[in-house]
Each structure stands twice: as structure tokens, then as C-alpha cells.
């Protein structure tokens, strides 16, 4: 199905729903702008507060008190999550932004509204509260069927992409760790006055974050037409649910909805020559993300000005591809022109060149979150994993087929290293070895070394300068570890009476006190 975008004029309706309970938790509530019934009378109205939401997941500032060129939504949190992994290095500190979640020093900052946990914990909450509200108006919204099925199905898709993101971040990865204490849930309208709740598991968080994505998927069915890219159409919800079930091990679950992204987005793999840049929804690759307009660019608070070399923080600190990872490639891969060995920014790992301003005298440059590429590979991984090595490989060869004309591959089995630069030589470790290249500075690496349960490792000859070398301070070499697991931020304690800091606050070290 041919993806329809009408691009809905959404710059006007500004940031939704920033507001925090006035008893000081985080968990928060809409905004007068957008809280007033009539905006629930019918979908054509609620498309207000909807696009209000997609706004807030590119706009910069709103989700934290300070430290604001650093906080500009999701692509924020994709790059914070890139540096604290193994293959997105910073060269220097430059101006300090992302720094501190590179070398793992935010979590003893969560009394601070300044920082990382503030910052996350607020965003999500907010557009789950604001999700809420959308949702508990389905049964009284006017307008077809079709519309609001629409409009409904969004917000819980953003509820359990809000949910998900919330429990990758403050707590353990979920297998293994299902009973671990996870995040509060909450699936009703919050106000002012509301009780907080205590936190739920993992496994309860991702029972809701199971529930939500479905219900969203039997909704968007019935309006399958994507009206804007920023908008969690039918193909990105599946988009997400392929993600979700990759981190539960739900291997069939997880190819299945992958391929039906694929084939329901009307996306297709592009040569690297055909989408310069990473700057454009319209390119037609892009199942998501937002296209930013003149008025809505972020100038120093924006993800190009942290990745271009050209760019003001770009080149204090650039971002570079490990050198292991970029001898991956081979010779003729397309991919190579990403990098820039002989950049002279360059101070031991390969300078990016992937990810640069469509327009640099207007700081624009759009936010891709989703494209169809990443599908191709979760679909191999998943048969892979099913012990189906035949259609892996058919996806892995549909990718790399506009890659590299030289790729070939014959290898097989399922195992993995210990840490993620030991090799097994199989065909699991394969495809995940061309993930980390096609979606290097998308992907939110962390995430994905802490669903493998791998380790990692920074070295000089991988080009990590000496400072953010952290393996002597950091357990990164164990993947059950609580390093990258943030702390909940002081403010929801304060105002929250069923979560105690001295029982609920995760580790600040990498283990609990004791361990």
C-alpha cells in the first residue's frame, strides 16, 4: 500500500500539555491550551492535541529545566542512547552536551531538573498523559468511524511507544529481568491532585505496552492512510510492534509484523545516493519522522548541529563510526561515503558525514525516526532466530543488495560473542553486524547491546579518545548490570506518596548497594 502523506499544517498548534500536577510529580497533565472538551467533540478537533504531542517530539527545551540544547525529543534520545554504546563515539567533550551520557555520569544528577532523568522521565510521562486524554474520549468522539479510528489509534501507539522507550530507560532489558521494578503505570486522564502510582514491573509495563500497541493496530486498520509523516500511522505501528517484540524474544511475532510493515508502509530501500544526508521524510524510505518547517528548527538545539561536521557542536565534539565497526565494510560498500577517514575534524575515529542539514543557512533538516531499511533486518533477525536461515538471508540479501555488489553470505547458526566485538562468524551475528551499520546514529544502540545481553568494550584502536574509555569505572562488559539503567528523578518522589526514594530509586552505581 502506497504510503499517503496530506501533510497537516501542525506548526501552529504549538507544544501540548507541558504542565506538571501541582503536586509537583512528574506525572503531568494537558495544558488549558488544549484541555477543553471541545477539542474532544470530533476527530477533525483532536487532531489539535494529537499534533500538539508530535510537535513536543521534536521541539526543544520544553522537558527540562536546563541543559536544553541537549533535549530536543526523540532524535535527542536516539543519539543519547548511540554515545552510550560502542560504535557512535565522541571525539572530545566540546560544549559538554551528550558528554555526560557518553561517559556515564547523569545518574547521580537525578535531584536536578537539569538532566537526563528529568528530562526523560517528564517527556514520556507527558505524552502518556496527554495520550490519555485522547484515548478517554473514544467512545464520545464524533466523526466516522474511519477518523476516529484514526485519531484513537495514534494515542495508544504513542502510549506504548512512550511506555516502551520509559522501560528501556529505567529499568533492565525485559527478558531476564521480568519482575524487576519498572516504571508507574497510568491509563486514565491525570489532573491536578492525582495519586501517583507505585512502579509495576517489567513484565506488567510490558503487558500494557503489549495491550496498547494491538489496540492501536486493530484501530489504525480501519484508516490505514498515513496523513502526515510524523503521525504513528497503520505501517509505524507495526513498525513498532516489531520493535517491541524484538526486545521480549517474540521472534515469530516480531517477523511478522516487520513484514507487514514493509509491505503496508509502501516504503522501498533506497541506494545511499538517494537519501544524502538522513534530512528528508519525503524520501521514500521513511516509514516516520518529523519534517521540520523554517519556523520550527531548533538552530543549536537540533540534531544536525551535534552531528555535522560543519556544525557549531558538531565539530567541538564529532560524532565518528568505530573503526572496527567501519573495516566491517567492504571495499565497495555504498554505505562508506557515511564517514570521512581523512576528515580533519577527525580525532581517531572516522568523522560522520551521514547525517547533515538539508539546509544549512536555515539550520533545517528533517528527523527520521523509522525507515524500512530497519524492517528488512528485523525481519531477518526474527527467521534467523525461528531457524528459518533461507528467508533471512533473502532479507539480509534484499538489503545489502543496494549496499554492497560484492556481499555475499554463507554463513549460519545463531551465536554471539560475549562482548559485541568478539566474533562467532554466524549468521545471527551477521545481521546484526549490518544493523549497526545501516542504522549507526538511528538505532539507539545501547538498546539493542542490552536486548542481546552483550558487553562491550572501548579501545584506542576502536578511535575512543582516552577520556571516554570507561571501562575501568563502568561494568560495561556485563550486560546485567545497572550502568545504563537512569535513575528516577528526585521530583517524582517529592510528589508522589506510593514511590519512596529510599526502596524505589534504582542503583546509582552499576550494582545494588552491597553487590
Same mark, same amino acid.
Given at each position: 500500500?502506497?504510503?499517503?502523506f496530506k501533510y497537516l499544517f501542525i ?9 506538571? =500536577? ?11 491550551? *488544549? ?12 487532531? +489539535? ?34 554515545? #552510550? ?12 552536551? *551528550? ?52 485519531? +484513537?489509534?495514534?494515542? !495508544?501507539?504513542i502510549r506504548a511507544y512512550s511506555y *516502551? ?16 521494578? =519498572? ?21 506488567? +509495563? ?18 490505514? !492512510? ?28 516480531? *517477523? ?6 514493509? #509491505? ?13 544526508? #538522513? ?20 538552530? !543549536? ?24 565497526? !567501519?573495516?566491517? #565494510? ?39 525516526? %523509522?525507515?524500512?531499511?530497519? %524492517? ?7 527467521a534467523c532466530r525461528l531457524g528459518d ?19 555475499? =553470505? ?106
Open positions: 500500500m502506497k504510503k499517503l506548526g501552529m498548534f504549538g507544544v501540548a500539555c507541558l504542565s506538571s =500536577c501541582s503536586n509537583d510529580s512528574l506525572v503531568t497533565e494537558p495544558t488549558a491550551q *488544549f484541555s477543553g472538551a471541545s477539542f474532544m467533540e470530533n476527530a477533525d478537533k483532536a487532531l +489539535v492535541p494529537l499534533n500538539g504531542i508530535y510537535r513536543s517530539m521534536y521541539d526543544a527545551g520544553w522537558s527540562t529545566t536546563g541543559n536544553t540544547h541537549q533535549c530536543f525529543g526523540i532524535s535527542a534520545y536516539n543519539l543519547m542512547a548511540e554515545v #552510550m554504546g560502542d560504535d557512535c563515539i565522541m571525539g572530545a567533550q566540546g560544549s559538554g552536551w *551528550f558528554w555526560f551520557d557518553a561517559v556515564y555520569n547523569v545518574k547521580t544528577r537525578f535531584t536536578s531538573g537539569a538532566w537526563r532523568s528529568y528530562d526523560l522521565w517528564n517527556a514520556y510521562f507527558t505524552w502518556i498523559a496527554n495520550a490519555n486524554y485522547i484515548i478517554a474520549a473514544e467512545n464520545t468522539m464524533g466523526g466516522s468511524e474511519e477518523d476516529v479510528a484514526y485519531v +484513537v489509534g495514534q494515542a !495508544y501507539a *516502551f522507550m520509559l522501560a528501556q530507560s529505567f529499568a533492565r532489558t525485559y527478558k531476564g529481568h521480568e519482575s524487576d521494578p =519498572c516504571v508507574p503505570i497510568y491509563t486514565e486522564g491525570t489532573w491536578t491532585g492525582t495519586t501517583g502510582q507505585k512502579r509495576s514491573s517489567v513484565s506488567e +509495563v510490558y503487558a500494557q505496552i503489549d495491550k496498547d500497541i494491538q489496540k492501536a493496530l486493530d484501530l489504525l486498520a480501519k484508516s490505514p !492512510y498515513q496523513q502526515h509523516p510524523s503521525h504513528m500511522g497503520y505501517a509505524v505501528a507495526l513498525g513498532l510492534k516489531s520493535r517491541i517484540a524484538l526486545v521480549e524474544e517474540k521472534w515469530q511475532e516480531a *517477523f511478522d509484523a516487520a513484514q507487514s510493515a514493509i #509491505m503496508n508502509s509502501g516504503c522501498e530501500i533506497l541506494p545511499v545516493k538517494d537519501f544524502v544526508g #538522513m534530512n528528508s521524510t519525503d524520501k521514500e524510505n521513511v516509514m516516520w519522522g518529523a519534517k521540520i518547517i523554517k519556523d520550527q528548527v531548533g538552530m !543549536y538545539a537540533s540534531l544536525m548541529t551535534h552531528m555535522s561536521g560543519d556544525a557549531p557542536y558538531g565539530s567541538r565534539a564529532p560524532k565518528q563510526i568505530s573503526i572496527w565497526l !567501519y573495516d566491517k #565494510m567492504g571495499e565497495n560498500d555504498t554505505r562508506l561515503v557515511w564517514w570521512d577517514p581523512e576528515a580533519r575534524l577527525s580525532t581517531a575515529g572516522y568523522l560522520q558525514k551521514k547525517f547533515e542539514f538539508s539546509n544549512p543557512q536555515t539550520w533545517e533538516g528533517d528527523y527520521i525516526w %523509522m525507515r524500512v531499511e530497519e %524492517m528488512y533486518l528485523t525481519a531477518a533477525e526474527a536461515e533461507a528467508t533471512a538471508k533473502k532479507y539480509l540479501m534484499d538489503l545489502m543488495a543496494e549496499r554492497d555488489p560484492d556481499y555475499t =553470505c554463507n554463513k549460519t547458526g545463531k551465536a554471539l560473542g560475549t562482548l559485541t566485538t568478539e566474533m562467532t562468524g554466524s549468521l545471527l551475528e551477521e545481521i546484526i553486524l549490518q544493523r549497526r551499520i545501516e542504522l549507526w546514529g538511528e538505532d539507539g544502540r545501547i538498546y539493542t547491546i542490552r536486548r542481546l545481553h552483550q558487553g562491550f568494550e572501548r579501545t584506542t584502536d576502536m578511535g575512543w579518545p582516552l577520556a571516554a574509555q570507561i571501562g575501568k569505572r563502568v561494568h560495561i562488559n556485563d550486560p546485567e548490570c545497572y550502568a545504563w539503567v537512569l535513575t528516577i528523578p528526585q521530583a517524582e518522589f517529592d510528589g508522589n506518596v506510593n514511590m519512596n526514594a529510599a526502596t524505589d530509586q534504582n542503583p546509582v552505581g552499576d550494582y545494588p548497594t552491597g553487590n
